[in-house]
C-alpha cells in the first residue's frame, strides 16, 4: 500500500470530530450505490426485453422476406430460392402462402391468417414446430387436410387436437348459384405456441401443397422465408439477393419490418441511462462536498505533511484516492445490488405483465457485458472528476499558513 493511499484510508475512517464528514460520505456511497444499481436494473430490463421480443419475433418470422412487387405471388419461386440458398450467409429458404381467412370452430368464427409452409424445410430451424403443445405436424399421422392453430387461435374457436373447422377463404369459385367463397374443412392435427401472442392468436398452418390448391395458386407462392445465420447482417445479405435476382422482387429483412418497435426500445434505453446517470452525478457533487470539508478539516494535516517533505503531488493524491475510493466502494456495492435483484427477478419471475400487451409473460432482465461495463466505467470516470477540484485545492495549503497559530 502506498503512503498516499494509506493517509486516504485513514482520513476515511471515522473520528467523534468528524462524525459529520463520515455521514456525507456514507451518503455518496449510498447515492452512487443507488444509482449504480438502477442502471444495471433499468439496462438490464431494457435489453432483456428486446431480446426476448426479437427472438419470439424472429422464431415466427423471417429474418428476409422475398416477394414479387405485382403482389400477385411469386412465379418460379424454386429457381429463385436455390440462387438464394446458395449464399454462405443463408441458413434456409421456406416458400410460404397466406392469405386472411375466416376459421369457423364449434365455440366461434374468427379472422385469422392461413398460412402454407413446407414443414420439411422449417421444422429444422422452428423450435416451436418442433415443441407443439399438442399433437403433431399436419401429414405426420396420417390425416388428410390437417391444420395447426395457434394456442390463442386454438382457445378462441374451442378447437382441440382431433376437431373439425371449416376454412372459408376470399377467392371464389363458380357455382350454379353463381360466384361463391371456397369453403373447405379441415382437422386439427395439432396446437403450437410461439409465445408470440399476436402470432399465435391469429395464425394458422397448413401444408404447402394444400394452400396453393386451396387458394389456386399451384405454381406461385406469396413470398420466400429466408432464415440467416447472423440475424445482424440481414441488410447486406438482403442487398447480395436484390443484385442476383431481377428487379420485379422486393426484398424486406426483419429490421425493416419491426423498425418502430426496435427503434423505439433503443430510443428508450438511451434516455434511461442519460436520466439515471444524474443519480451519480448528484451522488459525485456528495463526493466534492466531503472531500472540501475534508481539506478545511484536515488542514493542519496537510501542513504538516508538506512541512515533513510531501510534495503537493503527494497530497492530490491523498485527496484523489479519497474520492475514489468512495467512488469505487459505491460501484461495487451497487453493481452487486443490482446484479442480485435481476438474478432474483429471472428466477422467480417477480414482475408479471399482460401477455396480450407485450408478447412475453413476464419481465426477463438481461445485461451485456458491454452494458455492464459501460455503467461501471461512467460511474467511476465521474467519482474520479469530482475529486480532481478538492484535490488540486488541497495541494495549494501553505503549510507555513497552515501551521502558523499551531
Not at 456511497?29 to 427472438?55: C, K, N, P, R, Y
Not at 495549503?397 to 497559530?405: E, G, N, R
Amino acid at each position: 500500500m502506498t503512503f498516499e493511499l494509506f493517509v486516504a484510508r485513514r482520513y476515511l475512517t471515522a473520528r467523534r470530530k468528524q462524525a459529520f464528514i463520515s455521514l456525507i460520505t456514507l451518503i455518496s456511497v449510498l447515492g452512487i450505490m443507488i444509482g449504480v444499481a438502477a442502471l444495471v436494473i433499468a439496462i438490464a430490463l431494457i435489453t432483456g426485453f428486446q431480446e426476448d421480443v426479437q427472438a419470439k419475433i424472429l422464431g415466427a418470422t423471417s429474418h428476409i422476406m422475398v416477394q414479387d412487387l405485382s403482389n400477385e405471388g411469386l412465379a418460379g419461386y424454386r429457381a429463385v430460392g436455390d440462387k438464394i440458398q446458395a449464399d454462405k450467409g443463408v441458413l434456409s429458404v421456406t416458400p410460404v402462402v397466406y392469405s386472411e381467412v375466416l376459421i369457423s370452430g364449434l365455440a366461434k368464427s374468427k379472422g385469422a391468417l392461413l398460412k402454407g409452409i413446407d414443414f420439411n424445410r422449417e421444422l429444422p430451424g422452428a423450435a416451436w414446430l418442433q415443441r407443439l403443445e399438442a399433437g403433431t405436424i399436419p401429414g405426420q399421422s396420417g390425416q388428410r387436410d390437417g391444420i395447426l392453430l395457434g394456442r390463442e387461435l386454438a382457445f378462441t374457436l374451442g378447437a382441440q387436437v382431433g376437431d373439425l373447422v371449416d376454412i372459408v377463404t376470399p377467392s371464389a369459385s363458380l357455382s350454379p348459384m353463381g360466384l361463391m367463397p371456397k369453403r373447405r374443412r379441415f382437422q386439427v392435427t395439432g396446437i403450437f405456441n410461439t409465445g408470440l401472442y399476436e402470432f399465435d392468436a391469429n395464425t394458422a398452418l397448413v401444408s404447402l401443397a394444400t394452400a396453393q390448391k386451396l387458394l389456386g395458386i399451384e405454381d406461385k407462392v406469396s413470398f420466400l422465408q429466408v432464415k440467416i445465420r447472423n440475424i445482424f447482417e440481414a441488410p447486406a445479405i438482403a442487398d447480395r439477393i436484390k443484385k442476383g435476382l431481377n428487379h420485379t422482387v422486393y426484398v424486406t429483412t426483419w429490421m425493416e419490418l419491426n423498425k418502430n418497435l426496435f427503434s423505439a426500445l433503443k430510443l428508450e434505453k438511451n434516455i434511461m441511462f442519460l436520466t439515471i446517470t444524474l443519480i451519480v452525478i448528484v451522488a459525485a457533487l456528495n463526493i466534492i462536498a466531503t472531500l472540501i470539508l475534508m481539506v478545511m478539516e484536515k488542514t493542519r494535516d496537510i501542513g504538516i505533511l508538506m512541512a515533513m517533505g510531501a510534495t503537493p503531488l503527494n497530497v492530490r493524491r491523498i485527496f484523489f484516492y479519497q474520492g475514489a475510493l468512495i467512488g469505487v466502494l459505491g460501484t461495487g456495492l451497487g453493481a452487486v445490488l443490482g446484479l442480485a435483484w435481476c438474478w432474483l427477478a429471472n428466477t422467480f419471475q417477480l414482475i408479471r405483465i399482460p401477455v396480450d400487451i407485450y408478447q412475453i409473460s413476464f419481465v426477463p432482465f438481461r445485461l451485456r457485458p458491454l452494458d455492464f461495463l459501460a455503467i461501471v466505467g461512467v460511474t467511476l470516470a465521474i467519482s474520479f472528476v469530482s475529486t480532481l477540484f478538492p484535490a488540486r485545492r488541497a495541494s495549494k495549503v501553505d503549510p507555513v499558513v497552515a501551521l502558523k497559530y499551531e
